[in-house]
C-alpha cells in the first residue's frame, strides 16, 4: 500500500501537484514535494515542501535517499512522481514506484528503453540534426496521468 507520494517538484506542472494533494488528502497518504525552491500548490490540503540547496541532482538524491526501498516480497510504501528518465531509472532498480506526470508508469521492463530513446534524441540534439523538444501539457496528458496514478496507487 502507497503510504507516501513524492514530487520531484521543479517541473511538475500545477494541474499535477493540486490533483495528487486533492486525491491523497482523501486517503491519508503523505505528499512531499521537493525542490531547490518553494514551489506552490492551490489546494487546501496539506503537503510537506524540501527545499534542497541548487546542486545538480539534490532534489532527486534527496527523495532517493529518503524512499523505502521495496522487493517483490515487501513493496515499497512509496510512489515518486518524476519527468527524469536517468533518475526513474535509479528508483525503479531500488524497487520504488515511479510514474511520470504524462502518465506513463516506469518498470524494469521499460526503463532501459526509454533511456536509449532518450539518449538517442539527446545525440541528435547534440548533434544538431534535431531541436530539443518541449511538449506543452494539455488535458489528454493529464487524464492520461490521472488513470496510471490511481492504478498505481490501487495495485500497491
Known amino acids: ?9 521543479d517541473s511538475c506542472p500545477l494541474l499535477v501537484r493540486n490533483h ?6 482523501k486517503r491519508n497518504i503523505e505528499v512531499i514535494f521537493v525542490a531547490n525552491k518553494k514551489i506552490e500548490c492551490s ?4 503537503f510537506k515542501m524540501i527545499i ?28 515518486v ?15 520504488i514506484h515511479a510514474i511520470n506526470d504524462r502518465g506513463t508508469e516506469f518498470t ?11 539518449d538517442f534524441n539527446l545525440q541528435l540534439v547534440q548533434m544538431g540534426l534535431s531541436k530539443p523538444f518541449h511538449e ?3 488535458k489528454k496528458k493529464f487524464e492520461k496521468f490521472c488513470n496510471c496514478f490511481d492504478r498505481v496507487i490501487n495495485r500497491s
Not at 20 to 25: E, L
Open 136 to 138: 506543452g501539457y494539455d
Open 108 to 118: 524494469s521492463e521499460i526503463i532501459k528503453e526509454r533511456l536509449s530513446e532518450r
Open 81 to 95: 512522481i518524476t519527468r527524469d528518465i536517468v533518475f526513474a531509472d535509479r528508483l525503479v532498480l531500488k524497487g
Open 1 to 9: 500500500m502507497i503510504e507516501h507520494v513524492w514530487i520531484d517538484a
Open 52 to 79: 534542497t540547496d541548487g546542486s545538480k541532482d539534490a532534489a532527486d538524491n534527496y527523495i532517493f535517499d529518503h524512499t523505502k526501498e521495496g522487493t517483490i516480497t515487501s513493496p515499497s510504501t512509496d510512489l
Open 20 to 25: 495528487v494533494t486533492d486525491y491523497c488528502a
Open 43 to 46: 489546494t487546501q490540503n496539506p
